[in-house]
């Protein structure tokens, strides 16, 4: 697990490594699905977004509200999907298994 505790340059160097599989490098929009965890509240948490270092950075400076005050916050797994339909319908899907043995495959 990276600490993400409001540094981007860690999120941005993650980020610069990820390929889309098959792709070639084009300017298009890519959407996450992503899970931070919180060493504080011992809890995995599961959004969607655009601009997964915008994100995170805000869920490390409290500036989202179902989040704030339990960071920091690291990193532990995360998707990248074409669409923003795609990258919410795996949210969905992942909170639907979530604390069951589906969801501890995802870090296996």
């Not at 993400?4 to 860690?10: Q, R």
């Not at 992503?34 to 270092?53: A, C, D, E, R, V």
């Not at 899907?93 to 296996?108: M, T």
């Amino acid at each position: 697990m990276e600490c993400l505790c409001g540094s981007s340059s860690v999120v941005e160097r993650l980020l610069a490594k990820e390929k889309v599989a098959g792709s070639t490098p084009v300017c298009r929009s890519m959407y996450y699905t992503y899970i931070p965890y919180s060493k504080q509240t011992q809890h995995f948490y599961i959004g969607s977004t655009n601009n997964l270092i915008r994100r995170l950075t805000e869920h490390n400076a409290n500036k989202t509200i179902s989040l704030k005050g339990k960071g920091p916050f690291w990193l532990v797994f995360k998707e990248i999907f074409n669409t923003k339909h795609a990258a919410m319908h795996r949210e969905f899907e992942i909170k639907s298994f979530k604390g069951g043995n589906a969801f501890h495959k995802l870090f296996q």
